[in-house]
């Protein structure tokens, strides 16, 4: 149990084109999802907070305008790039947050590699 | 606001041999900790994690951890390393709102 997957795994997009990638929970409900990226050879850097039915919360220094959050049901978060440049290529990591015994715990994608041309 | 330290960028050890990951972790209050492998392009696997009790943590794959109060570390061991186990590990602790801060990284490299 508590698998998640992304689509697409690999994307190529033109700079100034937007770019959606999604984030599932297959066999569980998942109220909060965390959206992360990482640059290669370093940690993951939280993006944001990704909470059904509300807007999310932003980290500092993420711009909330152009990495556009949407948690529209229990088992689906899409992170959309908007006006992708170069500098937005990374790999981004979705998790999904479990309960387990009163504590909590996150469940990661297997991530998504956006190369902006 | 919680901090992880790696101090280890990269290790290379023996098949076969014992091997140990350093994590030093900086947190107010009682730490959730976990330690995550992730294989080159892939996402991060949960190897164990500590929330209280028996300070010593057994995982998948062989792993074990040992979390110790007075030196603020959870260091991650395995008494005989794989070649499957080449990999990158982190260090992460818990703060509030359930996020996770990373440590940068042990790049692990098995020599055969």
């Known amino acids: 149990g508590a698998v998640v997957s992304q689509h697409p795994s690999r994307v190529i997009c033109k700079s100034g084109t937007s770019v959606k990638i999604e984030c599932r929970s297959l066999d569980f409900q998942a109220t909060t999802m965390f959206w992360y990226r990482q640059f290669p050879k370093q940690s993951l850097m939280l993006m944001a907070t990704?909470?059904?039915?509300?807007?999310?919360?932003?980290e500092q220094g993420v711009e909330k305008d152009k990495f556009l959050i949407n948690h529209a049901s229990l088992t689906l978060s899409t992170l959309t790039v908007t006006s992708a440049h170069p500098e937005d290529s990374s790999f981004y990591i979705c998790?999904?947050?479990?309960?387990?015994?009163?504590?909590?715990?996150?469940?990661f994608g297997p991530g998504t590699r956006l190369t902006v041309t | 606001a919680q901090s992880v330290t790696q101090p280890d960028i990269h290790i290379t050890v023996s098949e076969g041999a014992s091997l140990e990951l350093r994590c030093n972790y900086s947190?107010?209050?009682?730490?959730?900790l976990f330690w995550y492998v992730q294989s080159p392009g892939q996402g991060l696997q949960l190897l164990l994690k500590y929330f209280s009790g028996d300070t010593l943590v057994q995982g998948i794959k062989g792993f074990e951890a040992e979390f110790k109060r007075s030196q603020s570390s959870f260091n991650l061991r395995k008494p005989s390393v794989h070649w499957s186990d080449a990999a990158e590990y982190f260090c992460a602790v818990e703060g509030g709102g359930n996020k996770l801060t990373f440590g940068t990284g042990t790049q692990l490299k098995v020599e055969l």
């Open positions: 947190y107010g209050a009682t730490p959730y």
């Open positions: 998790s999904a947050r479990v309960e387990r015994q009163g504590l909590f715990e996150q469940y």
């Open positions: 990704s909470n059904e039915g509300s807007k999310a919360t932003y």
